[in-house]
């Protein structure tokens, strides 16, 4: 599956943006569709995911109850819109895919389940 994400930009502190991510691939619907960002000098680290049917979602803490993944299977894209949003949201923000409709067994949050990456998006939260 090819990934490519956008909505990245320069915001306030309590602004929001809502990302997207447009897939292409024949079997699109069959993956777990993930967020992760990575902040300048930082690792990558996982934001939320969600699986093939949207049933199940999963947050990071740091996000959780600000931000909100979804995807639209017939239009083959996946969101993360993000409210409330602060400076150390700063990011370039990834979106991700595993080839699996459900979350990973261990933790959802594991980025070597994600085996397909698109480029990055750049989230400038000002203060």
């Known amino acids: 599956v090819q990934l490519q994400a956008f909505g990245g930009g320069l915001v306030q502190a309590g602004g929001s943006l809502r990302l997207s991510c447009a897939a292409s691939?024949?079997?699109?619907?069959?993956?777990?569709m993930g967020w992760f960002r990575q902040a300048p000098g930082n690792e990558r680290d996982f934001v939320a995911a969600?699986?093939?049917?949207?049933?199940?979602?999963y947050y990071a803490d740091s996000v959780k109850g600000r931000f909100t993944i979804s995807r639209d299977n017939a239009k083959n894209a996946v969101y993360l819109q993000m409210n409330s949003l602060k400076p150390e949201d700063t990011a370039v923000y990834y979106c991700?895919?595993?080839?699996?409709?459900?979350?990973?067994?261990?933790?959802?949050?594991?980025?070597?389940?994600?085996?397909?990456w698109g480029q990055g998006t750049l989230v400038t939260v000002s203060s």
């Open positions: 991700a895919a595993r080839s699996s409709p459900w979350f990973s067994p261990i933790a959802p949050n594991q980025i070597g389940d994600f085996g397909s």
């Open positions: 691939g024949r079997t699109w619907r069959s993956y777990t």
């Open positions: 969600i699986t093939w049917t949207g049933d199940s979602t």
